[in-house]
């Protein structure tokens, strides 16, 4: 629903760089990869947490 | 332990760095790995008490989320089982950050300030008492300061002949740490007893000694350490308190075991 804290695998906190990277890559038209090597989220477990994330709440919250 | 032992920083940061420690043994290398994960205390927040919660998350949810967040624990100021109170109150429509948290002790503040906690709609609202509580990684991983905290040798190449000519050579890959023994045929202007870490040519030897036949090797009891923190506390803060906790444990042994 939001982004997680932190990285499942590592620990690493990564949900301060979502929305830098939602408005640099899923709304702009920048390279995914080049944003979180920008943004300094290095391992992949870090980065799979970011690429495949969905934000739910604005879908589910109709339906409270 | 008599004998000193010889730190260098290879990269230092204030949240990741890489050092190398020789004059140790490699149970002793782990034995601090062991404890920058597992021993070194940190606050988190353990315990929320809801006063109001329309968000589209259910209490718990968000209660996690908050655990999460990586807290600044200064050194000295807290033991084991200590509370800081912390609250937030925000309304929708915004997003409540983890730079909305309210500490009661302005030593102890979130790390990051643009965790996002809850998006909030219109007429929704979220007031909460989080209790956070400083214990060690071993009862809960969202105690833990270290963050992907490894180490390994330290390396060294020995150029043992020529590669055979005409021939297209193999990428040989190597990773980590290299202390320069070979350096008349290293490429560019390297000297011998440089520590060179493997990125600088590509991780891949044959950039480094074109044209030769290598053999990699450990140079004994040197360890590399990569040490990446939470946020919670600097690296220098982790390494030191992972140490001195390993210490304390020696000295109580010693006293336990004395007749």
């Known amino acids: 629903m939001m982004v997680p804290v932190r990285c499942f695998t590592c620990g690493n906190v990564v949900g301060e760089h979502w929305e830098e990277f939602k408005a640099r890559a899923r709304e702009g038209d920048e390279d995914p990869e080049a944003v979180l090597d920008d943004l300094g989220v290095e391992r992949h477990c870090c980065r799979r947490m970011i690429v495949s994330h969905k934000d739910l709440v604005d879908i589910v919250s109709p339906y409270q | 332990m008599a004998e000193e032992y010889d730190v260098e920083f290879i990269e230092r940061g204030d949240r990741s760095a890489r050092f190398l420690v020789r004059g140790v ?20 927040v353990d315990s929320v008490r809801v006063i109001e919660n329309s968000s589209v998350m259910f209490d ?14 200064p050194e000295g100021e807290f033991e084991e089982g200590d509370v800081v109170t912390l609250s937030i109150d925000v309304k929708g ?41 400083l214990d060690s990684g071993k009862s809960h991983a969202k105690h833990q300061g270290g963050v ?39 490429e560019g202007n ?38 990446e923190t939470d946020g919670s506390l600097t690296v220098e803060e982790l390494v030191s308190r992972a140490v001195g ?13 004395q007749l």
């Open chain 2, 148 to 186: 992907a905290v490894g180490y390994r040798h330290l390396q060294y190449v020995d150029v043992v002949g020529d590669a055979a000519e005409f021939e297209e050579q193999e990428p040989n890959i190597l990773r980590g740490v290299i202390e320069e023994r070979a350096a008349e045929h290293a």
């Open chain 2, 93 to 133: 429509p915004s997003t409540a950050y983890s730079g909305d948290l309210v500490s009661g002790d302005s030593v102890v503040e979130p790390a990051d300030d643009n965790i996002p906690i809850i998006d909030l709609k219109d007429d929704q609202r979220l007031e909460l008492e989080a209790e956070a509580v």
């Open chain 2, 190 to 227: 390297a000297v011998n007893g440089d520590l060179v870490p493997t990125e600088e040519f590509d991780n891949d030897l044959t950039n480094r000694y074109p044209g030769k036949e290598v053999e990699v090797n450990d140079v004994s009891n040197a360890f590399v350490f990569d040490v």
């Open chain 2, 60 to 73: 718990e949810q968000i209660a996690h989320r908050l655990g999460m967040v990586p807290l600044t624990t």
């Open chain 2, 245 to 257: 906790s390993l210490e304390d444990r020696a000295t109580e042994l010693r006293e336990a075991v």
């Open chain 2, 25 to 44: 043994t490699p149970a002793f290398a782990n034995g601090i790995r062991r404890a920058m994960i597992a021993d070194v205390p940190t606050l988190s």
